[in-house]
């Protein structure tokens, strides 16, 4: 079995020269470099990843924890955006899918206790904050909501002031009979939260929306079109461009006229069905928490969501 002591034996260099070439550390002479690389060649030896890892104390493996990474634009711009940093930054990143299981994502905190990665990222949770909190001491912990927690670093979007200007553009159209879209009706839910918050603020607290959760896709929401007819709705504030493709599609079949529709997103979809949306930046915000997830500081950055008329 080669080792790295054999190496050192046929190169003619000292265990700890073949150690630092191994490990690319730079006080090692080219020569001695090539030459234990050519030997490492001829033996097809591969270093132990554990052990670099162990020697380095460090996996160069990101985690996030994400509730579903396809079934709403929200999440897949993010991870689009926490992919392409990983790689600008050559680190492996994890996809860890919760479905919003607590015991899931009691599991991953554990993972990050035991190495698995350096870095743990939520994007969206169940679990609450002061248990994430205390696994921080086990590597940086970055929650993509606003957290009020000296041991977790937070990168959200603020979606208050592009949601009160959406609402106040609606009701400025005369529109009063709002049906909301979620994926969760959860005050976990820093988007049900903040939406629901905006939405009394600029209509106040005895007009009632009808609410429906439980859509991510522009199927669930076309499955829900019974619902949106049991109210006499003049506006659909959709959570995506791609779920309002789910609203058109009902009302087109059924023939009947499509009331105010807002997408969210900025999406392809919004643009050819010409509807306003919210830019919630989220391609954006998995750059920003994926470098966040590597620095050493404990910080805040927020991100501005915006309204887009159309």
């Given at each position: 079995?080669?080792?790295?002591?054999?190496?050192?034996?046929?190169?003619?260099?000292?265990?700890?020269?073949?150690?630092?070439?191994?490990?690319?550390?730079?006080?090692?002479?080219?020569?001695?470099?090539?030459?234990?690389?050519?030997?490492?060649?001829?033996?097809?030896?591969?270093?132990?990843?554990?052990?670099?890892?162990?020697?380095?104390?460090?996996?160069?493996?990101?985690?996030?924890?994400?509730?579903?990474?396809?079934?709403?634009?929200?999440?897949?711009?993010?991870?689009?955006?926490?992919?392409?940093?990983?790689?600008?930054?050559?680190?492996?990143?994890?996809?860890?899918?919760?479905?919003?299981?607590?015991?899931?994502?009691?599991?991953?905190?554990?993972?990050?206790?035991?190495?698995?990665?350096?870095?743990?990222?939520?994007?969206?949770?169940?679990?609450?904050?002061?248990?994430?909190?205390?696994?921080?001491?086990?590597?940086?912990?970055?929650?993509?909501?606003?957290?009020?927690?000296?041991?977790?670093?937070?990168?959200?979007?603020?979606?208050?002031?592009?949601?009160?200007?959406?609402?106040?553009?609606?009701?400025?159209?005369?529109?009063?009979?709002?049906?909301?879209?979620?994926?969760r009706k959860d005050l976990k839910s820093s988007t049900y939260r903040l939406t629901m918050e905006a939405y009394k603020e600029v209509f106040g607290e005895k007009t009632e929306?009808?609410?429906?959760?439980?859509?991510?896709?522009?199927?669930?929401?076309?499955?829900?079109?019974?619902?949106?007819?049991?109210?006499?709705?003049?506006?659909?504030?959709?959570?995506?461009?791609?779920?309002?493709?789910?609203?058109?599609?009902?009302?087109?079949?059924?023939?009947?006229?499509?009331?105010?529709?807002?997408?969210?997103?900025?999406?392809?979809?919004?643009?050819?069905?010409?509807?306003?949306?919210?830019?919630?930046?989220?391609?954006?915000?998995?750059?920003?928490?994926?470098?966040?997830?590597?620095?050493?500081?404990?910080?805040?950055?927020?991100?501005?969501?915006?309204?887009?008329?159309?």
């Amino acid at each position: 079995m080669t080792n790295i002591r054999k190496i050192a034996k046929l190169t003619g260099y000292s265990v700890s020269s073949v150690s630092r070439v191994i490990n690319n550390h730079p006080h090692v002479s080219e020569e001695a470099r090539q030459k234990i690389l050519q030997v490492m060649e001829e033996l097809d030896y591969r270093p132990n990843i554990l052990a670099q890892e162990l020697s380095s104390g460090s996996t160069r493996r990101v985690g996030v924890v994400i509730p579903h990474t396809t079934l709403h634009p929200y999440f897949s711009q993010l991870l689009n955006g926490l992919l392409d940093a990983a790689m600008d930054h050559n680190y492996t990143l994890l996809i860890l899918p919760s479905r919003y299981d607590i015991d899931l994502e009691k599991y991953y905190l554990e993972q990050l206790r035991g190495r698995a990665f350096d870095s743990l990222i939520f994007t969206s949770r169940s679990v609450d904050i002061e248990t994430i909190a205390s696994y921080a001491k086990y590597g940086n912990i970055v929650c993509c909501e606003e957290v009020q927690n000296p041991n977790l670093s937070s990168v959200y979007v603020s979606r208050t002031h592009a949601c009160k200007t959406a609402f106040n553009w609606i009701k400025d159209q005369g529109k009063s009979k709002i049906a909301l879209l979620f994926t969760r009706k959860d005050l976990k839910s820093s988007t049900y939260r903040l939406t629901m918050e905006a939405y009394k603020e600029v209509f106040g607290e005895k007009t009632e929306p009808l609410i429906l959760d439980g859509i991510s896709t522009g199927e669930d929401a076309y499955e829900q079109g019974d619902s949106l007819l049991e109210q006499d709705l003049d506006c659909i504030f959709s959570n995506g461009d791609d779920v309002a493709t789910g609203v058109v599609r009902y009302y087109q079949e059924k023939n009947l006229e499509l009331p105010l529709l807002i997408g969210q997103e900025k999406q392809l979809t919004g643009e050819v069905l010409g509807i306003p949306t919210i830019d919630n930046k989220s391609y954006q915000l998995g750059q920003e928490s994926f470098k966040q997830a590597l620095s050493d500081e404990k910080r805040t950055i927020i991100l501005q969501s915006e309204f887009i008329i159309r």
